[in-house]
Structure formats: C-alpha cells, structure tokens
C-alpha cells in the first residue's frame, strides 16, 4: 500500500465511521510480530496500549517492524510505517508525521495527552532515525 | 424543597462532543461542575480576591470568612468533631501524601503498612516513598474474582506489626465498596493507625468518620462537584497535635527565628503557603449544593440506572463485566470481546460518548486480574436513562467495527 494511496482513501471518508472500518482494516494488514520481540526491552514507554518495535538497519535503509495489542493503534502504525518504513534516516527525519497525520484528521490521535502511543511511537522513530544518520 | 432533577444546573451537559450530544460517563475521574460552583469561583475573583487569615482589610475579611466557612462545611459533611481537623490540601493524592510524610510510621516494633489490591496508584506509592526510607514492608490485602476484599486475609495481615492501615472505601476501577468499619476496626483492635480514601465514595454515601472510626479520611472536591485543586484530610485531633509539618513556610508558624521556628496548631500547622482560596471558595459552593439537592431520591436513581446498566451490559453477547461486587457504587467495568480497552474508548468518543479506558492507576489490580485495563463507565447523579441508552448502543455500534 502507498501513502498516496492512504491519503486518497481518506478524502472519500464521509463520516468518522468509514475512518474507523478503514483503520482497522489496514491495521489487520500489519504483520504479526513474533512472540520473542513481544518483551518488555522492545516496549515503547508511554503508551496505554502495549506497542512494540523492533528494527534494523540495511544499506541506509531502516526496517521497522510494530506491533500493538490495541486494533485502532494497529491502523495507526500501519499508516506510520507506511509512510517511512525503508526511507533512510535522513529521509525519515525530513518526514513531517505530524502534518501527515494533521492532513488525515487524526490529530487526536497525536494529541499531548497522557499515554499515547502515536505520539511515543513517533518520538521513538525520530530518535533511532537521528542516532541512525549521526 | 430540594431538588431532584439537577441535570440543567450543569452547563456542560448540554455541550456536545466530536459533533454529537455529549454524554458524559467518566464521573470517577471527575465529575462536571454546576453553574453555582462555576459563579462563585468568579465572584470570588470579581468581588473578593484578597489573600486569607493576615491582611487588615475587608476583602481579606471576607475571603477569610468564605474559606473557613467551608472548612466547617467541610467538618459537618465527614461529622468532624472540630473544623480544626479539616486540613486543606491539593486532593486526595496530596493528602495521602501529607499522612505518610507526617505520621511517625516508623518505630522498632511497628515495620508494616496495610494496603489493598484495590488501591489506587495515589494509595500506594506514597506508602512505597515511605517505606523506602524507612525500611517498612507494603503488603496487600488480596480480592476474590469478583474484586471483593479476602477479610481472613485482611485479619492474619493487619497485626501487632502493622503501622497504618490505607484503604480505599470504593474502588476506582471495579466500583466495589469495601467494608471500611470493618478493616478500622482490625487496625484499632491492633493499635494500628487506619487511613480511609474517599475519593470514589464522598460522593455517593453519607460520610461519618465517628461512625466509620478511622483516623484519616481523605477526598476530593473535583469528586463531588467542586474545582480541581482541592481536596480535604480529616484527621483526628490528638494525632494531627502530635504530628510534625510536612512542607514548611507562611501561615503555618507560629514563631520564627534565624535557627528555628514553632508551628501553629492544626490545622495551619499543615497549610503551608497560600492556600488554594478559589478552589476552597469553589468547595464551599459544592457542598452547599449538596445540601440544596435530594441527594438520597438522586442517589437512588442513579443506583438503579446503574443497576440497570449493569444487568443489560451483562445480557449483551461480547461484554464481559470484570468485578462481580455485592454492593457496587456508581461505576462499571468491562472488556468487549476481540477488543482492547482504548479501541472501545475511541469508538465510544467518537459517538460523543466520554469514558475512560485503561488501567485506572490501578496497575497491581489489572495484573491481579490478568487483563491489560477495562473499559470504565462511571456515572453521577445526574445521569439519566438516556446515558445509560447511548452507552449500549454505542457499545453495540461499536461491536460492529471489530
């Protein structure tokens, strides 16, 4: 699937409830990550659901693989990875999430409260993205 | 006459959310504000803002007038033998805080503290901080699968070695009301001191801390209608006398010198600085609206709203009710089936229906219970039939999303 794509899906949305079958949806497509890498170490702090990630690097290209045991967030990453998985770092830090996020109408979703996993996921992301280019 | 239909005298109710009519289920996190509260916190900074208890002025008069006023509604809510028991603070969090950094906990003898699987975060780090630094153990009185305190348990726990006893009167994330007198008296039988948090019940019950016996009893305004920061410690006389200041500073002392300083008597001893005077202002109004309303015709119907709730939650196909109590107050838990706890949130949101989904800050009890958080509906007394009507149709329009 292609952020194009995604992004195309999204203006046919009439209603919050087309947005929420197409979340879950796409988020069915994210690979079940393998128990081993479901462990605390590869948590992400922060969240109210459990998220995982794991990832690596090859030929500057960074591989991100997530998992959540909450449907909608599973939606949520599945549009993040979308969006930067197999960019390079440098690429990945001149990806502006928030906007992309802002133009979908899922700002609440990024919003500053308390446990939310978009919005740690992404810090997370940016973080191994910057150690990844330095 | 008191009045038994209250839901106009909430401004915000008549809001709506994410484009729909708002109905407002998380009345455990913090219950919405009438408009009498909402006044009185502007007259008071209109009309009367001025510092308490020192300048010679007449704004200062009456500000000082309002806030002792509601330190006595606040004695005559709990049956506070003297308003010198009334200590103002933050909230509940704040005044458990209070207890466990004052309370002369540690002696050679007494080396445990009493909590239970119910608590909430609030009643259980405090307790953690303290027994840190003093080398005491925490230990938890332990629930059936229907969340209800293992008494037996409570009566081999609760012994010569205990120092304190902090328990919560209902739970925050199961609704179950705990038999307090009865784990009071397990702690006095012992000489133990026995704390009661009241924040999920100063609401719905008549409090009477003669009658319950406990040493401390703390709530929040936030809880019952009032502002955000602000919140009561009761404590007995004799024990807050004996009881040495946690934060030092104005207001609280008596005589100070470059080297040392005498405290005032409780309960200035224990507010130090200026006080929360909007919040205490805005108490005041609260409990006064308390009176004005037929708290006990309101109370049962909310009880029987609740009551009817749970029993359709119950009959719905993929609802699990988690916490079976024999006396539930006025909150819910649940999980739905294929789901977790914020997908249901979110889909309940986004149908202007505000809940709360998660652990409840009560992280030991979820994993007592092995889930990873609920779904938590929790209503006040001026939910109607109509709340509870959205909730399950919002529930099962929900169910069709997973």
């Given at each position: 699937?292609?952020?194009?794509?995604?992004?195309?899906?999204?203006?046919?949305?009439?209603?919050?409830?087309?947005?929420?079958?197409?979340?879950?949806?796409?988020g069915?497509?994210?690979?079940?990550?393998?128990?081993?890498y479901?462990?605390?170490?590869?948590?992400?702090?922060?969240?109210?659901?459990?998220?995982?990630?794991?990832?690596?690097?090859?030929?500057?290209?960074?591989?991100?693989?997530?998992?959540?045991?909450?449907?909608?967030?599973?939606?949520?990453l599945?549009?993040?990875?979308?969006?930067?998985?197999?960019?390079?770092?440098?690429?990945?830090?001149?990806?502006?999430?928030?906007?992309?996020?802002?133009?979908?109408?899922?700002?609440?979703?990024?919003?500053?409260?308390?446990?939310?996993?978009?919005?740690?996921?992404?810090?997370?992301?940016?973080?191994?993205?910057?150690?990844?280019?330095? | 006459?008191?009045k038994?239909?209250?839901?106009?005298?909430?401004?915000?109710?008549?809001?709506?959310?994410?484009?729909?009519?708002?109905?407002?289920?998380?009345?455990?996190?913090?219950?919405?504000?009438?408009?009498?509260?909402?006044?009185?916190?502007?007259?008071?900074?209109?009309?009367?803002?001025?510092?308490?208890?020192?300048?010679?002025?007449?704004?200062?008069?009456?500000?000082?007038?309002?806030?002792?006023?509601?330190?006595?509604?606040?004695?005559?809510?709990?049956?506070?033998?003297?308003?010198?028991e009334?200590i103002?603070?933050k909230?509940?969090?704040?005044?458990?805080?209070?207890?466990a950094?004052?309370?002369?906990?540690?002696?050679?003898?007494?080396?445990?503290?009493?909590?239970?699987?119910?608590?909430?975060?609030?009643?259980?780090?405090?307790?953690?901080?303290v027994?840190?630094?003093?080398?005491?153990?925490?230990?938890?009185i332990?629930?059936?699968d229907?969340?209800?305190?293992?008494?037996?348990?409570?009566?081999?726990?609760?012994?010569?070695?205990?120092?304190?006893?902090?328990?919560?009167?209902?739970?925050?994330?199961?609704?179950?009301?705990?038999?307090?007198?009865?784990?009071?008296?397990?702690?006095?039988?012992?000489?133990?001191?026995?704390?009661?948090?009241?924040?999920?019940?100063?609401?719905?019950?008549?409090?009477?801390?003669?009658?319950?016996?406990?040493?401390?009893?703390?709530?929040?305004?936030?809880?019952?209608?009032?502002?955000?920061?602000?919140?009561?410690?009761?404590?007995?006389?004799?024990?807050?006398e004996?009881?040495?200041?946690?934060?030092g500073?104005?207001?609280?002392?008596?005589?100070?010198?470059?080297t040392?300083?005498?405290?005032?008597?409780?309960?200035?001893k224990?507010?130090?600085g200026?006080?929360?005077?909007?919040?205490?202002?805005?108490?005041?109004?609260?409990?006064?609206?308390?009176?004005?309303?037929?708290r006990?015709?309101?109370?049962?119907?909310?009880?029987?709203l609740?009551?009817?709730?749970?029993?359709?939650?119950?009959?719905?196909?993929?609802?699990?009710?988690?916490?079976?109590?024999?006396?539930?107050?006025?909150i819910?838990?649940?999980?739905?089936?294929?789901?977790?706890?914020?997908?249901?949130?979110?889909?309940?949101?986004?149908?202007?229906?505000?809940?709360?989904?998660?652990?409840?800050?009560?992280?030991?009890?979820?994993?007592?219970?092995?889930?990873?958080?609920?779904?938590?509906?929790?209503?006040?007394?001026?939910?109607?039939?109509?709340?509870?009507?959205?909730?399950?149709?919002?529930?099962?329009?929900?169910?069709?999303?997973?």
């Amino acid at each position: 699937m292609e952020l194009a794509e995604i992004k195309e899906s999204f203006e046919f949305f009439d209603d919050w409830e087309d947005k929420y079958r197409f979340i879950l949806e796409i988020g069915k497509d994210l690979p079940d990550m393998d128990d081993d890498y479901r462990i605390e170490k590869n948590l992400i702090r922060g969240c109210q659901s459990q998220v995982w990630l794991v990832y690596a690097i090859e030929d500057n290209k960074l591989r991100f693989q997530i998992d959540s045991d909450a449907h909608i967030v599973r939606g949520l990453l599945k549009i993040l990875l979308v969006a930067i998985n197999n960019l390079s770092p440098s690429e990945i830090i001149e990806t502006d999430l928030e906007t992309l996020f802002e133009e979908l109408g899922l700002m609440a979703h990024l919003s500053m409260s308390r446990g939310n996993g978009l919005r740690a996921m992404i810090g997370k992301i940016n973080q191994i993205a910057e150690n990844g280019a330095s | 006459m008191s009045k038994t239909n209250i839901r106009s005298d909430f401004p915000i109710l008549a809001t709506s959310s994410r484009g729909k009519p708002l109905t407002y289920l998380d009345n455990a996190a913090t219950t919405q504000k009438p408009q009498c509260v909402i006044d009185k916190i502007g007259d008071y900074y209109a009309t009367f803002n001025a510092n308490v208890h020192r300048a010679a002025h007449e704004m200062a008069e009456k500000a000082t007038a309002e806030l002792e006023r509601t330190r006595e509604s606040c004695a005559k809510f709990l049956n506070a033998k003297s308003t010198n028991e009334i200590i103002f603070t933050k909230g509940t969090t704040e005044s458990i805080n209070l207890v466990a950094n004052s309370v002369p906990l540690f002696s050679e003898k007494r080396r445990n503290i009493v909590i239970s699987e119910l608590e909430h975060h609030s009643n259980i780090v405090p307790w953690h901080l303290v027994a840190e630094r003093h080398n005491l153990r925490v230990a938890a009185i332990g629930i059936s699968d229907d969340g209800e305190l293992d008494l037996n348990q409570a009566r081999s726990l609760i012994n010569d070695d205990t120092a304190l006893v902090a328990i919560t009167h209902v739970s925050n994330g199961l609704g179950v009301v705990n038999d307090v007198k009865a784990i009071c008296r397990m702690a006095r039988e012992h000489g133990a001191l026995c704390l009661v948090d009241g924040a999920q019940s100063a609401l719905h019950f008549p409090i009477n801390v003669e009658d319950i016996d406990c040493d401390f009893f703390v709530f929040s305004g936030h809880k019952l209608f009032g502002p955000t920061g602000i919140g009561v410690l009761w404590g007995r006389i004799e024990l807050l006398e004996k009881m040495t200041p946690w934060q030092g500073g104005g207001e609280m002392i008596e005589k100070v010198s470059i080297t040392s300083s005498t405290y005032q008597q409780p309960p200035f001893k224990f507010e130090a600085g200026t006080p929360n005077i909007a919040g205490a202002v805005g108490l005041g109004a609260a409990l006064k609206y308390l009176e004005q309303i037929d708290r006990d015709s309101l109370g049962k119907a909310q009880d029987s709203l609740v009551k009817n709730t749970t029993e359709r939650l119950a009959d719905m196909p993929g609802i699990k009710l988690i916490g079976n109590p024999n006396k539930r107050s006025a909150i819910i838990s649940f999980l739905v089936e294929n789901s977790h706890p914020n997908d249901i949130g979110t889909l309940l949101d986004q149908q202007g229906i505000a809940l709360r989904a998660g652990h409840h800050c009560n992280m030991p009890l979820m994993d007592r219970l092995g889930i990873p958080g609920t779904v938590r509906a929790s209503f006040s007394l001026y939910n109607d039939d109509s709340d509870g009507d959205r909730l399950i149709s919002g529930l099962e329009k929900a169910q069709t999303f997973l």
